[in-house]
């Protein structure tokens, strides 16, 4: 099991290490592929696509070097025979699932056929969460509403009994103000990570480390895999 669970993407020289060690070789000698679905969620996401891609926007993600870099879209999957795309993911060496809007991610990991996936890939790949792309594989997710999916979609995939709360005093969301998360976070019954977009969260078999060189905080104590 190797997650690297990001606000922001590869943001700083710790966070790049951890993905190498998670890696076990160069970036440059690793193929990926990005999951952009989230972002279909929030408004404007379209163009947020190609800047994540083109590495216009924010920290380092999809632009890092990646010795091949694919693209799997979740909601086109149930269309395509699964021999076509499963054998292509389970080769991969790193899966990295972008940000927007953790409900439509949930909804079309499940739809996809990914999620039920996961269990096995877990053991075999590194998983590169970016915002709700870390979310939804804990135990709380949000949602934009940007979409005709039922309000009671599930808004996570609650593979982890914790919570992240990314991009913690982010100037561009003032919700997400340490006040603010530290309330949101006293009412769930699960730990809460806060991250801002110099953090980011490990997860082996051997448990969770925060990764940082910034601010974040944990509300509630840290708990065994």
Known sequence: MKLLLTSAGISNKSIYNALVDLLGKPIAESNALFVPTAIYGVAGGHDIIRKVICGTLGDPFCELGWKSLGLLELAALPTLKREFWVDTVMKTDALLVGGGDCQ???????QSGLADMLPTLLEK??????????????????????????????????????????????????ENALAELEKLASTLSVPSYLLDDQSAILVTHSGIKVVSEGKWRLISKIISL
């Open 125 to 174: 790949i590194v998983y590169v969460g970016l915002s709700a792309g870390s979310m939804i594989m804990t135990s709380y997710g949000t949602t934009f509403g940007n979409h005709s999916l039922p309000a009671e979609t599930a808004k996570s995939l609650n593979l982890f009994d914790i919570a992240i709360h990314p991009h913690l005093d982010h100037e561009w969301f003032p």
């Open 104 to 110: 439509y991610l949930t909804y079309w990991m499940r």
